[in-house]
């Protein structure tokens, strides 16, 4: 289910009255792929690619947070790179509002990133040390040439209230802050505009345990107050079941099950989804002892995006891989209704190759 949304209190204008409504599509993401060229020699020829992300496709809805999870290097901080237009795609498109944005310059993205902002995820390098507080969230402003109501330092200030700081921080500097105070400073930067599309990527990964849930709260309520879009970049599992409504789950640059954040814990259907539900700690003895979950170890390592596997990328580490697995890239189809999964022998679901038996050996020593 979609968060309840409360649309800004600003004036409406010519652009946001023909803005999607809640629930109707706000960006659209097709075969969209990034491929980092390796070079070497005295020649620089290129030798090869690493495929960081390698086709992948979504729609993210107005008022909504899409949740993307996923091990290390599987891609999810350059999808949310690519999305923002902070670099370039090697193939793909993607849209916004219905407009092809996917090759705009510098000047075409000039008046969109008033609309689609980006929370990063080290709010140590995020900020630069040798500017106070009030110019760095009063940067967007003069980028933009936007003159708010009552001034900037005004408006700024305001900002500094409502993500929880004191207006009396304008003319401090980041080293003056912890982590997460820092990490609220950027969130004032990203909300300056007002936007529309907010990617933060891994927002609370840098902080403090004790902090996290503070700053993943902050979001939940400023998405409820503004009206805001969310796509959370993340690794761990907890925090984006809290603050989903649907969740991507990415394995080496390719999008494997895609669904509500419902379905996706009570139900998994990739292997790899499963394995990373299993490795969800419990926190609670009396819980731990009545899960019933299975642990899942997988073996080896995750390959080099350098050179993917063939087929399904996840069959050198799956326990139910076969020969099909091997040499057919399964397509993400629904599965169910609004559950995704890219799979050809997929949990809580029918076969998609019942004829296909034959474990690979590499997979059949993988454990439980």
């Known amino acids: 289910m979609t968060k309840p949304v409360k649309s800004p209190g600003s004036e409406p204008t010519a652009d946001s009255a023909a803005a999607p409504g809640q629930g109707e599509t706000l960006l659209k993401v097709s075969g969209l792929k990034k491929h980092f060229p390796i ?37 999810k901080s350059t999808m949310g790179r690519l999305i923002t237009r902070l670099l370039e795609p090697t193939a793909g498109s993607i849209e916004f509002e219905g407009r092809d944005i996917t090759h705009l310059g510098v000047s075409g993205m000039r008046p969109l990133r008033r609309d689609v902002q980006m929370i990063f995820q080290d709010p140590y390098s995020s900020l630069n040390p ?30 500094l209230g409502v993500v929880g700081l004191s207006p009396e ?86 999008i494997v099950e895609l669904t509500d954040r ?45 050179n993917p596997p063939s087929g399904c990328r996840f069959h050198t580490r799956c326990w139910k891989a076969t020969e099909v697995c091997k040499t057919k890239e399964p397509p993400l189809i629904p599965l169910a209704t609004g559950h995704n999964v890219a799979c050809h022998h997929p949990e809580n679901a029918p076969d998609q190759e019942p004829g296909d038996t034959e474990l690979l050996s590499e997979a059949a020593t993988a454990k439980r």
Do not use: W
């Open 130 to 159: 040798r500017h106070t507080v009030g110019a760095i969230v009063s940067a967007p402003f003069k980028l933009q040439g936007v003159q708010p109501e009552g001034g900037v330092k005004k408006e700024v200030q305001r900002l």
């Open 262 to 306: 419902q379905s996706l814990y009570n139900t998994p259907m990739h292997p790899y989804t499963k394995a990373l539900m299993s490795a969800v700690p419990v926190p609670d003895p009396r819980r731990k002892a009545a899960d019933s979950r299975e642990r899942i170890l997988l073996q080896g390592d995750v390959p080099s995006p350098m």
């Open 169 to 254: 921080h304008y003319n401090r500097y980041p080293h003056e802050f912890s982590g997460g105070q820092r990490q609220r400073i950027g969130i004032a930067r990203a909300l300056a505009l007002s936007p529309k599309l907010v990617v933060a990527d891994e927002p609370v990964s840098a902080l403090d345990v004790s902090i996290q849930a503070q700053v993943v709260n902050l979001l939940d309520d400023l998405q409820e107050e503004l009206g805001l879009t969310y796509v959370i970049i993340a690794h761990d599992l907890s925090v984006i079941r809290h603050v989903s409504d649907r969740i991507a789950v990415m394995y080496l640059g390719k």
């Open 39 to 75: 070079h070497k020699g005295l020649f620089k020829r290129q030798v090869g690619a690493v495929q960081a992300v390698d086709g992948i496709d979504f729609e993210v809805r107005a008022g909504e947070t899409l949740g993307v999870v996923g091990e290390s290097g599987c891609g």
